[in-house]
């Protein structure tokens, strides 16, 4: 299958066989590579040419826009099979749907789309999304970056902040203000060219998980755009971000769904071959406990990120759904690595079984694209809203 040749969205028989391709490809080509590229903190170039010419980056994108039109949930599974070997090739895989590129199909006009979303898409260019600031994460509505209006189009001064794939985007997503005191209706959306003047990069290095990331600040020192720059209408800004973040998790979650599986893939095998006490320590009853308690909420997560991608299917918002499968998965990907390192013993600790990446990792799923904090907000709030619609108060 070569990506950059498809022309309409997959058939039936054609999505399971780009599942079993994406499979294949990670173990073959990415397993024997991921300790050394993450200890590197760089994904290796080639990796990702190939998975380019794979048609790895084109996900739900419409083939008309240069993507393969995947369903959400054939996109949710693609993304757990690359994430069963390195969640973070899923994050580029799912950037061209989600976090960057939903905001371009929802928004853009066709020559944005054409200009930015058809490379993107194709594998051809990356980008990256600037939403967080150093003063505003979970407040999208807070942030402060201004832009004013010039004869010619805008100019915006701020900071963006942990904005990830600074090495390799060739143009940013990102979010301005007219005026801070109007909050979520003062907010516009704009694509910023990495090389535009005025544009600075500052990686952070040394993360604790997302290591081949290269994640940092990006300061936006008096960046003039043209008017092709806006993104959507003027003050149409936060329902851009809010496209982008709820896509960008069914991708969040099903890369946590993949990592957890890791870990109990990876126990179930050391727990067979491990002996001590002359037996494997799999006949332990508190080893299978913990295995058992893995198996499920494995399972469980991986229900609920496919009823978010079935409703994202149906064309719904599927906020609430999407909260549910980003919390849930991440904190069952915390949990499974944790008993996954737990159950390795000191081989855990060693970077020799992935299980160790595995725990770095998982614990900065529960911080991004909204910390798990804020989910439970928007899920009580949700709740709390249905039962007061039931009750008619
Ligand atoms: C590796 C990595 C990659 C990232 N990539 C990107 C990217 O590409 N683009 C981008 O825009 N951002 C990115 N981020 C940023 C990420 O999305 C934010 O870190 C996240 O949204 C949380 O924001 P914050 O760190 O400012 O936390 P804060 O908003 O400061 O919150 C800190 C803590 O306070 C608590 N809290 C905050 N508000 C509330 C509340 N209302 N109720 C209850 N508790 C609350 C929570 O426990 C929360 O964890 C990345 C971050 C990391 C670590």
Redesign the pocket.
Known sequence: MTGNAVAEPLAPAERKQFLRLVREFAQEKVAPRVQEYDAAEKLPDDLLAEMAGLGFFGGVVPPEWGGLGLDHVTFSQVIEEISRVDHCLGVLMSMPSA?VGAGLLTFGTDEQRKRWLVPLAEGRIFG?????EPRS???VAGTSTRYERTRDGYVLHGA?A???NLDRASFFVTFATADPSLGRRGLSAFIIPADAPGVLKEPVHN?LG?RP?C?GGLTLGGVELGEEALLGEEGQGFAVAMTAVERGRLSVASRAVGLAQSCLDASVGYAVDRVVFGQPIANFQMVQHKIANMAVSVQAARLLTQQCAEAMQRGERARTEASMAKLYASDTAQSAATEAVQIHGAYGVSEDYGVARAYRDAK?FQ?????N??HR?LIARDALATAGRESGS
Do not use: N, Y
């Open positions: 976090l990256g999304a600037g939403v967080t994460g979970s407040d963006k942990w904005i990830t993360k997302f990331l994640t900065v911080i991004v694209e909204g910390a904090d804020i907000l």
